[in-house]
């Protein structure tokens, strides 16, 4: 399988990486790219980005990119903070009054965007037509009962977040989280929440065996129990809304704007995305460091591992691998299947991977972690 697009010879290692995971029959499509400051040192793709049909996965194939959505959510709702329009730590109240029922009365903004919320589930069964509709989600949550006090522990919400958040987003600009995005900070990139047909058209099919090999298994095998466990809060926090027939392809699904998980986008958009963000383009310098600082780290109530969040931001835990170089100053977040979103403002870095051959792990994924690796080697 040929891989295409460009690397800088000092980035070699990650197109070695790239490359063998091909050869090992570890992709089907994929692409990765890295921006070292303004510079797109990486871009590279190759493979099939639909099993069926045999069509190739092109420089310019957006896939779907499940959770990696969240960061972009965040980058909104930080850049509404950054204009003043709500204190991430006062009440959910202030701008959202039908919120404050059952409990959740001192729910604060910081809450919703570092999964403290406790209502990472939905309690009726809903449809990827009423997910499409952001007021109707958020209307449901704001009268549910949390699973816990928010504000006393965390747990990852999965796909509630998006609504959570996205209601600051929706409430405080009048726009949806996926129309805010586009016409505040993403421009040209190829970067979608709610993508349009000519893009789901052309976009990647995701599938969900490996063809001739695997990747070695999931080191998070707690996650995968308690995930067929039909009563475990994280069962229950990824299947409803149900995505309805071929899951997250799904056209309905990939248009309707989910503001957690239902982003499209290319390897080299995500990276610009984080190019722009670690470089003070869509908030201030300041205000990144504010999201990223850790809000809260350890047992997760729903992935039942260790995990770390900021304002939206995943921080490295066992749900978001680094290597040790970048322990201490790597953000981002990953997507189910494999995924990956990092910036890091010490280094300079913006790095996306993307792909259509769903791996293993629910956050994180051997593959992304691999190519991080190469990426930091790289750097020294």
């Not at 329009?85 to 039908?98: N, R, S, T």
């Not at 928010?150 to 949806?176: F, N």
């Not at 990139?189 to 047909?197: E, F, N, Y």
């Not at 869509?282 to 260790?306: F, H, K, N, W, Y």
Request: aromatic share 8%.
């Amino acid at each position: 399988m040929t891989v295409q697009g460009h690397c800088d010879p000092a980035f070699g290692a990650v197109r070695e990486v790239f490359e063998r995971h091909f050869a090992k029959g570890r992709e089907l499509g994929a692409s990765v790219s890295v921006y070292q400051g303004d510079r797109l040192v990486v871009d590279l793709w190759g493979g099939v980005a639909d099993r069926r049909t045999g069509r190739a996965w092109e420089s310019d194939t957006p896939c779907v990119a499940f959770s990696c959505t969240k960061a972009v959510t965040a980058a909104a709702a930080a850049l509404l903070a950054e204009r003043g329009l709500y204190d991430p730590d006062a009440p959910v109240a202030d701008w959202w009054p039908e919120y404050a029922v059952n409990g959740k009365e001192s729910t604060t903004a910081a809450h919703l965007l570092s999964h403290q919320a406790g209502l990472p589930v939905l309690d009726r069964p809903t449809t990827a037509q009423e997910a499409a509709d952001p007021e109707f989600i958020a209307g449901l949550l704001a009268a549910q009962a949390p699973q816990w006090t928010p504000g006393s522990t965390h747990g990852y919400h999965a796909l509630t977040y998006g609504w959570l958040a996205g209601e600051i987003v929706r409430r405080l600009s009048g726009r949806p989280v996926g129309e805010f995005v586009r016409e505040e900070f993403a421009g040209d990139l190829d970067l979608w929440i709610g993508a349009p047909d000519e893009v789901i058209e052309r976009s990647a099919r995701l599938s969900s065996t490996r063809p001739g090999g695997t990747d070695g298994g999931d080191l998070l095998t707690r996650i995968s129990d308690a995930y067929l466990n039909p009563e475990s809060l994280l069962n229950r926090a990824l299947n409803n809304p149900d995505p309805g027939k071929g899951g997250f392809n799904n056209p309905v699904v990939l248009s309707g704007g989910w503001p957690a998980a239902g982003m499209v986008t290319t390897a080299r958009s995500l990276a610009g995305f984080y190019r722009d963000l670690v470089g003070g383009r869509i908030v201030q310098p300041e205000t990144l460091r504010s999201a990223i600082e850790p809000r809260v780290s350890g047992p997760d109530q729903v992935l039942l591992v260790d995990s770390s969040f900021g304002l939206g931001f995943m921080r490295p835990s066992l749900t978001y691998l680094v290597p040790p170089a970048a322990q201490r100053t790597a953000f981002g977040h990953t997507g189910a299947g494999g995924s990956i979103g990092l910036g890091d403002v010490e280094a300079g870095i913006g790095m996306a991977y993307v792909m259509n051959l769903m791996g293993n792990a629910l956050s994180g994924d051997f593959r992304a972690h691999r190519l991080v690796e190469a990426v930091y080697a790289s750097l020294t």
